[in-house]
């Protein structure tokens, strides 16, 4: 418990001490630029394509396991009546 009370604490002043230096924390040119410039433009359309693929991804995902679920209770529905 009191490795966890030290890491805990290293970790407060790690973040109070990036807190107080703003440069570390300042985004880059292209973040707080010019938003009409067309590198602040293409950012934009990378994080969007990247964020649409990505959900892309996890609805593929979630709709798997949606028809794994289906798939069983069916089976189980189909068990369940072969057995009475």
């Known amino acids: 418990m ?3 009370r030290n890491r805990q604490f290293l970790i407060a002043v790690c973040a109070a001490i990036l807190v107080m230096i703003p440069r570390v924390l300042s985004a880059c040119p292209s ?3 010019n938003p009409d410039e067309a590198m602040t433009q293409g950012m934009n359309f990378a994080i969007l ?3 649409g693929i990505t ?3 996890l609805a593929a995902f979630a709709a798997f396991f949606i028809q794994l679920r289906r798939r069983a209770r069916s089976l189980q529905h189909r068990l369940t009546t072969l057995m009475n």
Request: with cysteine; aromatic share 8%.
């Open 55 to 57: 959900g892309g991804v």
């Open 31 to 33: 973040c707080y630029g």
């Open 2 to 4: 009191g490795h966890s």
């Open 49 to 51: 394509s990247l964020l």
